[in-house]
């Protein structure tokens, strides 16, 4: 159910479901995919302007797409995935970055950028 205020049939409904489908996809118990599915709408919501009330991480921040998981509550390494990263290799034109690690991945897509 998506959080209060998103009517059904709008854009942040289809979001919402959109986030829910891809966290079960990955293995988050259904809770937990609608817990992070309400908030990701929410904050979103809040950074457009479409909410009463926001906090100021809500619209001051990175945007959650953008964050990649770097606050996530886990341990490891955290930021872009290995597919982001390899993407952004791509659109560089960075060679051999097929056999390469993340690691590899960063550091050859951060001196490309430089």
Not at 5 to 11: C, D, E, L, Q, S
Not at 96 to 111: C, E, P, T
């Amino acid at each position: 159910m998506p959080p209060r205020g998103v009517k059904k049939g709008t854009k942040r409904a289809r979001q919402y479901e959109h986030i829910k489908r891809g966290q079960r996809k990955r293995g988050a118990s259904e809770g937990r995919a609608e817990e992070i599915a309400a908030r990701t709408v929410q904050k979103e919501r809040a950074r457009s302007g479409e909410s009463r009330q926001r906090s100021r991480t809500s619209t001051r921040d990175i945007s959650s797409g953008r964050r990649g998981g770097q606050r996530s509550g886990r341990g490891g390494p955290r930021g872009r995935t290995r597919d982001q990263l390899y993407n952004e290799a791509r659109q560089l034109n960075i060679e051999g970055r097929s056999k390469m690690s993340k690691a590899q991945l960063q550091r050859a897509v951060a001196g490309k950028k430089s």
